[in-house]
């Protein structure tokens, strides 16, 4: 009996940043892989991006990397899937990756909890000004107690407005029962009438959201949709003494409108988590404003 050499193909993956140790060796370990990693903690400038992807079977990436038709191109025909390191997926051209019928995967779940704690994290904050009662003490601004000093807005008896009541809103809204919030308002594409049952929010229109919260909290997906419906129009409908806190994507908001609301007194504060572009240039204006926050970056008026 003739025995047959069973030739295993070996898989080519790309990965366009550092990662963990872990995650390499999950690779190494689920087949016969060649891994060609961009082993830096900086993002991938196009060029190499190019290169490194061509003829690539796998191709592993993050949300800083744009996977357009041009990086498809380079990848040539043999590219099987793509995996990306993140909860969203706007930055992959998914009508063209459709087309070309690879696979896709992504982590939508596994930052759920650690970004809905940063959510409220940033929104105690900024309400509270917390950074800004540091720079005060820093700079010897505090010199003895004074009653109207540094005050700022309380979560017990308010109204919170969540636009976008997704995996990540729910969870914020979980953590900000316990605050003693008089109301929960929410929006987005449809009402989740079993969900708004156990948090006991009401579904309602951007508009009533934007005048009505205390605290407009932001965690909805990029869509055509959802792209810069926070402008002008609705901080202009918001309280003058309202925070906005954004940890969705920075281009669902108009930073110009933003920037416009804060300087003229239409709300009180913004606390922002993600911002367009990322990182925002050191000359941008509204990080010359005490009351807006980037990660720890924060404005009041």
């Known amino acids: ?45 196009q060029s190499e991006l190019l290169q490194g992807v061509a003829g690539k079977d796998g191709l592993l990436c993050l949300l800083s990397d744009q996977i357009d038709k041009k990086v498809l191109d380079a ?31 992504y982590t939508p779940d596994i930052l759920t909890d650690a970004t809905a704690e940063l959510t409220v994290a940033l929104l105690l904050a900024t309400s509270r000004r917390l950074p800004e009662s540091v720079e005060e003490v820093k700079k010897g601004g505090w010199t003895t107690w004074k009653p109207l000093w540094m005050c700022g807005y309380g979560l017990s008896g308010s109204t919170i407005g969540i636009i976008g009541l997704g995996r990540i809103g729910q969870a914020v809204a979980q953590r900000l029962k316990p605050f003693g919030i008089k109301k929960l308002l929410y929006t987005g594409r449809h009402s989740k009438p079993e969900i708004a049952v156990e948090l006991k929010g009401e579904f309602v229109s951007l508009a009533k959201l934007a005048a009505e919260s205390d605290f407009v909290i932001v965690t909805c997906s990029l869509t055509p949709d ?76």
């Open 1 to 45: 009996m003739r025995l047959s050499a069973v030739v295993r193909q070996v898989m080519k993956v790309f990965v366009t940043r550092r990662i963990p140790a872990e995650g390499l060796a999950v690779l190494a370990q689920a087949g016969d892989c060649s891994i060609q990693q961009w082993d830096s903690d900086e993002p991938i400038p």
């Open 75 to 105: 990848a040539g025909q043999s590219l099987k899937v793509i995996s990306t390191l993140s909860v969203g997926y706007d930055h992959l051209a998914i009508a063209e990756i459709k087309k070309r019928e690879i696979r896709v995967g």
């Open 226 to 301: 959802t792209q810069g419906i926070c402008n002008r129009d609705f901080f202009c409908k918001m309280k003058k003494t309202a925070v906005f806190i954004n940890t969705s994507r920075g281009a669902v908001v108009n930073q110009d409108d933003l920037y416009e609301a804060l300087v003229n007194g239409h709300i009180a504060a913004a606390g922002l988590d993600v911002t367009t572009p990322e990182p925002l240039p050191t000359d941008n204006p509204l990080l010359s404003l005490k009351n807006c926050g980037k990660y720890t970056l924060f404005i009041h008026r």
